[in-house]
């Protein structure tokens, strides 16, 4: 586990602990060129307020998605925090996405929230 002197400036500013997961998700919404889309997706990291997921679309910032967990029959409205340029080999995008409003979505209990004491 990194100290947080070691950490990165983005990693520092973070509002909640993010886990290393893998789980098949559904993304719909309306992307970069104004059409509606469904694609099959996978989380890359989740977190309390969101997930880092791998999209095939191009999506404009602030975008609202949907994302429904198969698996687990749920789903949830999330916001477009950022996306990187596509992987050159894959062609997917890194996506960042925050909740709009925060739930169980993942089934995960992540720790209390960083400088919360108890």
Avoid: C, H
């Amino acid at each position: 586990m990194e100290s947080l002197g070691s950490m990165s400036g983005a990693t520092a500013r973070r509002r909640s602990m993010r886990v290393a997961m893998r789980l098949k998700v559904i993304v719909s919404g309306v992307n970069a060129q104004s059409q509606n889309f469904e694609e099959k997706a996978e989380t890359i990291e989740v977190s309390k307020y969101g997930a880092k997921i791998t999209l095939g679309e191009e999506v404009r910032i602030g975008a609202v998605l949907a994302l429904a967990r198969p698996d687990a029959d749920r789903d949830s409205k999330f916001r477009v925090a950022y996306q990187a340029p596509p992987n050159p080999e894959t062609g997917r995008r890194e996506t960042g996405i925050e909740f709009l409003g925060v739930d169980a979505f993942w089934g995960v209990q992540f720790p209390p929230d960083k400088g919360i004491w108890m």
